[in-house]
């Protein structure tokens, strides 16, 4: 471990003080400590989102600099909610790959691509960050921390595609490299990640004996991250633990636990673990029907999130809150924020994550459109093709017998649908008006300016023609604020 007193000892000249300083601020960061890793590298890097000064520098030395201040801003940017951030890592870690390949160090260029595969994954761009893993690992063929984490990531990416026995081949073909190691940050995401395919892999192929070993492995990972000193990822296993209560019924203790992690994540001031959290927490009150404060989690999850730029975590928040909305019957709400996750994850490429959030919406929406039940069952079976998961496949399957059965009711006799039927023209158009209030409400999260902003109408005027035209829409907008009259 670099101490500070090296850091700071005059005798070091600037590329040692770079190579050094780099090296204490990512085992710094490994900690979850990120603003001591900013405060050693202020010497070269005073502002958060900025490149590194590299003046003087050996070139060497230089992209080394610019690969680990791309870390830095991908995890701190993360934590505190700075949307470009990721971009920002992006752009700083491609520049030092450009200077490795003119160099063809292979190994260099393989540990940075490696870095630039966790950007895509953040974003939710999980083909681009497969190749980048993929690619990487060819190259980092000696075991070691570099090649552990490159693997980690990989094993994420197969997991959050649903592809969970691709995920759980990684991780087992590579079992002794992890045994091996001594970080024991890596050790601990290492067990985290086993544990989590372990539970998704319980609940697709109905194992309870997985969600027993994932147990275990939730246990090794926090012993791993006490060691790592390290409250944040303790916090992120603690949230897990409960996440596999909750699905094992055990809804009291899942509670306790991910009530912990919060706490923790709070803390430790990171908004992000916070947001994630309180989505869980959203799902363990939808399952305990307690839906008013599954409202209210769901909501802190998005606000947050929704600022970040974590595309992919924000549409399965998204998703929760879609399930939330149905279930107290805003179905308008429901929809808008279905098909919002829908298309965040579809233009990130997480087609995985866009087809679950299409069948939850034919699951929880009864009044949905026969167009709109037939283009959202039929993308689903195409965005969830190669997904592993025998759960969601059964999701699939009943899910078709309701397209099926919706679309073959009839709920149009047959002479409604050929006869030319007068229409009302002022119904009609209130009808179309409501419509699109409801969505424009739905849209702004019930925020009459926002709404107004979206339907390109004043704010007053809004408002006006809610409470005179359409009253049933003040359940939807948030509640009036009453200014104190001046005295």
């Known amino acids: 471990m670099v101490t500070l007193a090296k850091l700071d000892s005059s005798r070091l000249t600037r590329n040692e003080s770079a190579r050094l300083r780099g090296e204490a601020a990512l085992e710094l960061k490994d900690k979850g400590e990120y603003d001591k ?3 050693v590298m202020r010497p070269f890097w005073k502002h958060f989102g900025e490149r590194p000064n590299t003046a003087g520098l050996h070139e060497s030395i230089a992209a080394e600099l610019l690969l680990v201040v791309g870390i830095l801003t991908r995890w701190i940017g993360s934590k505190n909610q700075v949307k470009e951030s990721s971009q920002i890592a992006s752009d700083l870690i491609t520049e030092s ?6 160099q063809t160090d292979a190994w260099k260029v393989a540990a940075a691509r490696a870095e630039l595969g966790m950007c895509y994954w953040r974003d939710g761009a999980l083909d681009e ?12 063929t000696a075991e070691g921390n570099t090649r552990a984490n490159a693997l980690l990531g990989l094993a994420e990416v197969e997991r959050a595609a649903s592809r969970h026995n691709d995920a759980m081949a990684i ?32 609940t697709a192929e109905k194992r309870n004996d997985y969600f027993e070993e994932a147990i275990k492995e939730y246990q090794r990972a926090d012993h791993q991250f006490e060691l ?13 633990v409960g996440f596999l209560l909750f699905k094992l019924g055990r809804f009291k203790a899942a509670s306790n636990y991910l009530t912990e992690a919060r706490r923790l994540a709070v803390n430790a001031k990171d908004k992000i673990l916070v947001a994630q ?7 363990l009150f939808i399952a305990t029907n307690q839906l008013k404060e599954a409202d209210a989690a769901a909501r802190r999850s998005i606000n947050v999130l929704d600022k970040s730029g974590h595309s992919n975590t924000l549409a399965e928040s998204l998703i929760t809150y879609g399930i939330v909305l149905a279930r107290i019957h805003k179905t308008d709400q429901a929809q808008f924020n279905f098909q919002r996750a829908i298309e965040l994850a579809h233009n990130a490429g997480a087609l995985s994550t866009a087809g679950i959030a299409a069948l939850t919406m034919i699951e929880e929406i009864d009044q949905l459109s026969a167009e709109t039940l037939s283009h959202a069952y039929e993308q689903a079976g195409e965005w969830l093709s190669t997904c592993q998961s025998q759960e969601l496949w059964f999701r699939f399957k009943v899910a078709g017998k309701k397209v099926v059965r919706r679309l073959r009711s009839g709920s149009d006799d047959a002479s409604g649908i050929l006869f030319n039927k ?7 158009v209130l009808q179309f008006e409501r419509r699109l209030i409801s969505q424009a409400l739905a849209t702004a999260n019930g925020k009459v300016t926002h709404a107004a902003k979206w339907l390109g109408i004043g704010r007053q005027r809004l408002a006006y023609i809610i409470e005179t035209r359409h009253p049933e829409l003040l359940k939807e907008r948030s ?3 009453r200014r104190p009259r001046k005295q």
């Open 171 to 202: 991780l087992t073909d590579n079992a002794r490299l992890f045994q091996k190691i001594t970080n024991h940050t890596t050790k601990g995401h290492y067990h985290n990640q086993r544990a989590m395919v372990l539970r998704s892999l319980a």
């Open 479 to 481: 509640p009036v604020r």
């Open 277 to 283: 959290f309180d989505d869980s927490l959203a799902k």
């Open 422 to 428: 007068p229409c009302h023209m002022p119904k009609e």
């Open 97 to 102: 790959i450009t200077y490795f390949e003119s």
């Open 129 to 140: 960050a497969r190749i980048m893993f993929t690619e990487a690992l060819k190259k980092l």
């Open 37 to 39: 890793a900013r405060e």
């Open 228 to 240: 790592a000193r390290n409250r944040v990822y303790r916090g992120y296993v603690k949230n897990n």
